[in-house]
């Protein structure tokens, strides 16, 4: 037996979330069984768990979009019992169960070997979100940006993926313009590597459909008003990396920027990447991140303790990210 967070929809078409016990049997998919050690708490998940998002469309459903553990049992002849490994997307804590248990069964081919020299919780520390983070700043180098060439945007900057970005970002020399709402964590941001701090309702609202050039690049996890109005600051042949919709999945924005200063829109799909680009994002982060810093962009709860910060991280109350030790 193990214990998961498992999710149940009752009666009224509302969610219930619950730790309780489950058999290695319950598994849905069991081609390869990981005894998971660390977890973390995404946006994706909190909306899962409260059900104040789409994301779960089959119950019961073990959310948690991020593991890293060990290989238990294996039917493949790409894994053995032992092996380190970590899982962030494939559609696991959506249409197949996720990380936020004790044990996970999984296809093969979803897994990723865990870069040394990080532990699973360090890899969890960074998980989806700095991953994500990672593949941005791979889009920016892919399409020839270069730190001489101007300032760079990172909107969400204080949640997980824009705590990330501003890290390799400013890692790499480039100097970085934090956006956020909140402003008490100016200190904290320019910890990370931020040159500069904005406030979020200078991009938040209805723009002009081409302003004055300000950035290079962008790093956007918000969507909506705040990902057109980047555009439409973006110098001419600039990037912009999409990879976000928290203020919303709304675009409403010209082709100005675009066929008026050549700007380059990069979506970023984190969820199915296949695994040579993987791996590359990954031994990247394990070389490339301070980890002295990771920790303090962490903060760690119990699996239980990950429903109540559920509802936190919807209010806007998390600052980085949440790793959640599913054995506590």
């Known amino acids: 037996m193990f214990r998961a967070l498992q999710l149940h929809q009752i009666e009224d078409q509302s969610t219930r979330a619950a730790v309780t016990e489950l058999s290695p049997d319950a598994f849905p998919e069991n081609e390869v069984q990981v005894r998971i050690d660390w977890s973390t708490l995404n946006y994706k998940d909190a909306l899962a768990i409260t ?23 294996s039917c493949s002849p790409d894994w053995s ?35 040394e020299p990080l532990s699973a919780r360090q890899a969890m520390s960074i998980g989806t979100a700095g991953y994500t983070a990672m593949l941005s700043l791979m889009a920016l180098e892919r399409h020839g940006l270069t730190p001489d060439q101007g300032e760079v945007l990172v909107t969400g900057a204080s949640g997980g993926v824009g705590t990330f970005a501003t890290m390799l970002l400013a ?38 459909p081409l302003g004055r050039a300000r950035w290079a690049g962008v790093i956007d996890s918000v969507g909506s008003h705040t990902l057109a109005n980047a555009c439409a600051h973006t110098h001419e042949d600039g990037v912009v990396a999409a990879c976000g919709l928290a203020q919303g999945m709304d675009f409403p924005a010209t082709v100005a920027p675009f066929i008026l200063r050549g700007i380059t829109l990069s979506g970023i799909n984190s969820v199915t990447r296949p695994q040579i680009e993987r791996g590359t994002a990954w031994s990247r982060l394990a070389r490339e991140l301070n980890i002295d810093l990771l920790e303090t962009t962490t903060r760690e709860v119990s699996l239980s303790g990950a429903i109540e910060a ?8 998390i600052r980085g990210r949440l790793v959640v030790n599913v054995n506590d």
């Open 51 to 73: 059900g104040k998002g789409a994301i779960v469309r089959h119950f019961p459903m073990v959310p948690g979009i991020d593991l890293a553990g060990v290989v238990a049992h």
């Open 171 to 208: 890692r790499h020399g480039y100097r970085v313009i934090a956006a956020t709402g909140r402003t008490e964590e100016q200190d904290y941001l320019k910890a990370l590597g931020a040159a500069g701090i904005i406030h979020r309702d200078e991009l938040s609202g209805q723009g002009r």
């Open 310 to 317: 559920a509802d936190e991280l919807l209010a806007g109350r």
């Open 81 to 115: 019992p032992g092996d380190r490994v970590l899982v962030n997307g494939w559609g696991i804590g959506e249409r197949h169960w996720g990380g936020l248990a004790q044990m996970a069964g999984l296809k093969s081919q979803w897994l990723t070997p865990l870069p």
